[in-house]
């Protein structure tokens, strides 16, 4: 009956999902345009905004547009402002007020010593390169990286470490020449969008406090689960131990057909995420799990049982991450429930009802041909009595699965899902 009712549920949830999902469209950007990708994810995120549906990308890159910008990827954009603003040329009637004292507070792009923040002046290569060098972790960077490129010279003295640095981080743009770094142009929208869209891919880089509040938020599995409490920022999701989480059987399985050491593969069918709406682990993730042991059947309808252990994940872009889980379960193993042994004896009771209504009848028919109801009667309880004997002390069942069928996992340590 659960498989029956989930493969409907199933079915409901792909006709909800048959609507179709719409991209982003930007009018001065080209499929082929060579910042199309990061410029898309950019708007996608609402890192970098759209005006009439152009992204003007050839344009250049403001101080203030820089500052909006680097909030969203940092999820700063809401910090409580707790400092008094002291920029002569940034009144509260200015619509980026807020945004440029919480950048001022978190240290992320400073004043001029004349006391002023010059919100429209344009942003040099070098100048966001230094602020992507500030926010990242410290290193020691060789310089001689930089060595690569034909204008390495051109860099200024105090952006040398910067470059290093970034450049080792994979944190910085090339174009059109990957072998120029043109560190005193000014910094287009569309390099910015590159800049942008490689910090957050890395935003495990970026030092603890310039990084949003953490917050906690809570799945809703199970109901008898230990623990449901999920601690979310931007970089990760740290699911904590006792959560309980749904994953799916990628193949069939067959108990008598494993042994343990083997590997057996589990998968989201679905995104799973909090309550609060955030995402933890997206649908198509797969779970590695690895046999530990397996028991068979064994007479008096015990159950076949089988102990997997997941040991890790894969996320759908390849990344793969530690895992541990076992079933949910008081033994944590995998068998067959209830409803199957109670439908194993069933048909055992059924089928010595019959067995036994036919002897009965024929034992009857022998020796009074008119006496057949009788021996049915007598025959048939008496057949469904031994049928139902016989199946509570024969061998119980194999643990079988379909690919696709669910199962519930028990987290044993806290995971670590890095975004």
């Given amino acids: 009956m659960k498989k029956f009712i989930s493969g409907v549920m199933a079915l409901c949830l792909l006709a909800l999902n048959a609507v179709p999902v719409l991209a982003v469209s930007i009018s001065d950007v080209s499929a082929n345009y060579w910042a199309s990708k990061e410029i898309n994810s950019v708007v996608t995120d609402n890192i970098m905004t759209l005006s009439s549906n152009r992204f003007n990308p050839e344009g250049n890159m403001t101080r203030v547009e820089f500052v909006n910008a680097l909030l969203k990827v940092l999820s700063n954009d809401n910090l409580n402002v707790s400092i008094t603003n002291k920029f002569s040329d940034v009144s509260k009637a200015n619509p980026n007020y807020d945004n440029i004292l919480r950048s001022q507070q978190l240290g992320l792009v400073y004043g001029y010593p004349n006391g002023t923040f010059q919100p429209n002046r344009t942003v040099l290569r070098a100048e966001a390169q230094s602020v992507v060098s500030h926010i990242t972790k410290d290193m020691d960077a060789d310089k001689a990286v930089l060595d690569q490129f034909k204008d390495a010279d051109e860099i200024p003295a105090w952006a040398l470490g910067v470059y290093a640095k970034t450049i080792n981080y994979g944190i910085y743009v090339n174009y059109p020449d990957s072998r120029e770094l043109r560190p005193n142009d000014n910094l ?136 541990n889980a076992k079933p949910f379960s008081k033994d944590y193993s995998l068998k067959e429930g209830p409803w199957m042994t109670a439908g194993k004896l069933l ?52 643990y079988h699965a379909k690919a696709g069928e669910d199962i519930y996992v028990i987290l044993l340590d806290d995971a670590t899902i890095a975004k």
């Fill in 188 to 323: 287009s929208r569309a390099e910015a969008a590159v800049l942008l869209a490689r910090l957050k891919e890395k935003l495990d880089l970026v030092k603890a406090q310039y990084i949003g509040v953490t917050r906690v938020e809570h799945l809703n599995v199970k109901r008898n689960a230990p623990n449901n409490e999920v601690t979310v920022n931007n970089i990760q999701s740290i699911v904590a131990e006792g959560n309980v989480l749904v994953v799916s059987f990628e193949d069939k399985f067959k108990s008598e057909e494993h042994q343990p050491g083997d590997i057996v593969t589990f998968f989201a069918q679905e995104d799973i995420c909090t309550e609060e709406g955030s995402l933890v682990i997206p649908a198509g993730t797969k779970f590695v799990a690895t046999i530990c042991d397996i028991k068979s059947e064994i007479w008096f309808n015990k159950n076949a049982r089988v102990y997997p252990q997941l040991t890790k994940i894969i996320l759908p872009d390849g990344r793969q991450m530690a895992f």
């Fill in 347 to 398: 048909a055992y009771t059924a089928s010595g009802a019959v067995i036994g209504g036919g002897i009965g009848t024929g034992v009857a028919f022998i020796p009074d041909p008119q006496k057949i109801g009788t021996g049915i009667a007598i025959g048939a309880p008496v057949g469904a009595a031994v049928g139902l004997i016989t199946g509570l002390v024969t061998p119980g069942l194999k």
